[in-house]
Nanobody
């Protein structure tokens, strides 16, 4: 059973940095897209950044120039380096992946449990 395991959230002051990590464990055959969503209280979940197998990258306008997404296919991992954090970046960040599990021949969508990012002085 594939699981996405996140780490790296926490409390940081405005202007600070955090790095989120996510690893797909449990038998992965192939990963198409990996990335990050976030959800703040009272708001819809929004796509922050993702990176496809072909190397194409998406960033939400609100994080361009501050966040960097990367992946390590050997580790089945995706990372989100967040710099110059702002209070409006505070949210629960969820890792997601469109991947093909071992023994499967189709892609399915998987979610991590989420990691809290708090930006406050």
């Amino acid at each position: 059973q594939v699981q996405l395991v996140e780490s790296g959230g926490g409390l940081v002051q405005p202007g600070g940095s955090l790095r989120l990590s996510c690893t797909a464990d449990g038998g992965v055959r192939r990963i198409n897209v990996m990335g990050w969503y976030r959800q703040a209280p009272g708001l819809q979940r929004e796509l922050v950044a993702d990176v496809a197998l072909d190397g194409s990258i998406f960033y939400a306008n609100s994080v361009k120039g501050r966040f960097t997404v990367s992946r390590d296919d050997a580790q089945n991992a995706v990372y989100l380096q967040m710099n110059n954090l702002k209070p409006e970046d505070a949210a629960v960040y969820y890792c997601y992946a469109d991947l093909m599990a071992s023994g499967s021949f189709y892609y399915s969508h998987y979610w991590g449990r989420g990691t809290q990012v708090t930006v406050s002085s």
